[in-house]
């Protein structure tokens, strides 16, 4: 009895140390570790990518407005034909560009030192994945320029 326990022992021993010793199935183990942070790496990425890109075609879209208000003579001044241009000029979809408020101001004494200000509020900037930015984003962005003097 002895006997056969000392060989299964030794069996067992002899089994683990060639489990410890085989290298199959160990490039898959490590492919699997370093391909996650990878992954989280690559969308983190593409978040920030599709955010700085949407605040940036915001920014835009809200120069433009501003730029047009800027231009369009006192007399034809009307806010709401800026607040649609400022809209438009958002390259998207229509469901896109009704989000958020456009506010235009004026400043300044008419005719000397007039400011035009055009700022878009409340506008969703969504992550794909939350890997990065783990809840939606609700932007402003305002753009001031001095009006033209004839």
Same mark, same amino acid.
């Given at each position: ?11 067992? %021993? ?6 410890? %010793? ?20 690559? #969308? ?26 800027? =231009?369009?003579?006192?007399?034809? #001044? ?10 438009? &000029? ?21 005719? =000397? ?26 932007? &402003? ?10």
């Amino acid at each position: 009895m002895a006997m056969a326990l000392t060989r299964s022992r030794a069996g067992a %021993r002899a089994l683990a140390n060639a489990f410890a %010793r085989d290298e199959r199935g160990a490039t898959m183990v490590e492919f699997s570790i370093v391909s996650m942070v990878v992954f989280v790496l690559m #969308f983190g990425a593409m978040d920030w990518s599709r955010y700085f890109y949407n605040r940036a075609r915001l920014a835009n879209a809200v120069r433009r407005g501003a730029l047009y208000a800027a =231009t369009v003579p006192s007399v034809d #001044f009307d806010s709401a034909t800026i607040v649609t241009k400022t809209r438009a &000029s958002l390259l998207g979809s229509a469901t896109e560009q009704a989000q958020g408020t456009v506010a235009v101001t004026m400043t300044g004494a008419e005719g =000397t030192d007039e400011r035009v200000q055009v700022i878009w509020s409340g506008f969703p900037l969504t992550a794909a994945t939350k890997l990065v930015m783990k809840a939606n984003k609700v932007d &402003s962005v305002t753009a001031e320029f001095r009006r033209e003097q004839p």
